[in-house]
């Protein structure tokens, strides 16, 4: 994902995990410090990162923008 790419809650977005890509969306935008799925998270305005939940699973995860894809509405 191009950086600058504004992902908003309810976002449809895929991710890559152990080797395979995983749909999910957008849960929330995090730009501070916080504890997300179990782990501490460190971001920022400038540097944020996302709370995702998988659509396989239904378990969240952090990820940070570039490793997120942004799936069209119509996929």
Do not use: C, F
Not at 51 to 74: F, M, Q
């Amino acid at each position: 994902m191009a950086k600058g790419k504004k992902l908003s809650k309810g976002d449809k977005v895929s991710w890559s995990s152990h080797g395979q890509t995983v749909p999910g969306k957008v849960k929330k935008k995090i730009t501070g410090t916080d504890e997300v799925a179990g782990r501490k998270v460190k971001a920022s305005k400038e540097e944020p990162q996302y709370e995702v939940e998988s659509d396989k699973s239904g378990r969240n995860a952090v990820h940070k923008p570039e490793s997120l894809r942004k799936k069209n509405s119509g996929s």
